[in-house]
């Protein structure tokens, strides 16, 4: 049974840093492409980033050169590098994986003010 578990999320001031983690279980990190996705209050879960097997990365326009997603194989664990957090980047953040079907993890809340 696949798992994942997000940890990070928390309240950072706008302009501040987070790095998200996604701990797998029940598969490798390293064989299927990770995704991250957030859902802001009153509004559809986007995609944000992601990660594919041979290590391409490929991010939403609104993160472009401020979020950098990348992967310990060691263990079993993607990351999200969030760096000069804006309000708008508010919302609560996913790790998603299809392997046989979708996966997604609980969640991990990111709060940023102004």
């Known amino acids: 049974q696949v798992q994942l578990v997000e940890s990070g999320g928390g309240l950072v001031q706008a302009g501040g840093s987070l790095r998200l983690s996604c701990v797998a279980s029940?598969?490798?990190?390293?064989?299927?492409?990770m995704g991250w996705y957030r859902q802001a209050p009153g509004k559809q879960r986007e995609w944000v980033a992601t990660i594919t097997s041979s290590g391409n990365t490929d991010y939403a326009d609104s993160v472009k050169g401020r979020f950098a997603v990348s992967r310990d194989n060691a263990k079993n664990t993607v990351y999200l590098q969030m760096n000069s957090l804006k309000p708008e980047d508010t919302a609560v953040y996913y790790c998603?994986?299809?392997?046989?079907?979708?996966?997604w993890g609980k969640g991990t809340l990111v709060t940023v003010s102004s």
């Open positions: 029940g598969m490798l990190v390293s064989i299927r492409p």
């Open positions: 998603y994986t299809l392997y046989g079907m979708n996966y």
